[in-house]
């Protein structure tokens, strides 16, 4: 019951600080606003297990997707989740979902930077696509809106999550605790 309590908790928190990274955000013209989101969602997927950091992820994009104002701006419903910048929302599980099946167990930041790193090319690529099938864009533009200007703040994003990870992961993470019994 306790450790039932602790996830709840746990994942409460990271969908909490995933909406308050959505609304952390610089609006771009490309449709595709710069926010903390993915930030949160590297923290939840190194310090959740991969089904947890798969819930978490899922529940935060189906609380935007039936109206809840937990998208970048304060915005929601149906029209952001199938509109231009949809891919990345859907993306987000997918994302936390590798990251944390390559990076969870490990702790070495070179582990996690590679994880992080091959979970925003996954988030890009389904991103991008999506946006091509919806806006009706070449590749390069597409890549130009979405991918681009993107890439400076995902590094910086990626060495915050190893530092912020490599100071709070021991408090955060709940490691199995061996009972003896004195019967």
């Not at 930030?39 to 992820?57: Q, R, S, V």
């Not at 582990?111 to 890009?124: D, E, H, K």
């Not at 200007?149 to 190893?162: E, M, Q, R």
Request: aromatic share 10%; proline share 4%.
């Amino acid at each position: 019951m306790q450790n039932d309590t602790k996830v709840l908790a746990r994942s409460a928190v990271f969908i909490a600080l995933i909406m308050i990274g959505a609304q952390i955000s610089i609006p771009l013209p490309s449709l595709v606003p710069i926010s903390l989101q993915t930030l949160a969602i590297y923290l939840c997927a190194l310090m959740c297990e991969k089904k947890h950091a798969l819930l978490i992820t899922l529940v935060y994009v189906f609380m935007g997707a039936i109206g809840l104002p937990v998208f970048a701006g304060f915005t929601g419903g149906a029209s952001h989740v199938f509109g231009p910048s949809g891919g990345f929302i859907f993306g987000f599980p997918v994302m936390a979902f590798m990251i944390s099946a390559i990076a969870y167990k490990s702790d070495d930041v070179k582990v996690w930077s590679a994880a992080m790193l091959a979970g925003t090319i996954v988030l890009y690529a389904i991103g991008t696509l999506y946006f091509m099938y919806v806006t009706k864009s070449s590749m390069i533009t597409a890549l130009s809106s979405c991918v681009l200007p993107f890439i400076p703040g995902d590094l910086i994003k990626i060495a915050v999550s190893c530092i912020i990870v490599k100071r709070v992961k021991k408090f955060v993470v709940q490691k199995k605790n061996i009972v003896l019994n004195n019967n």
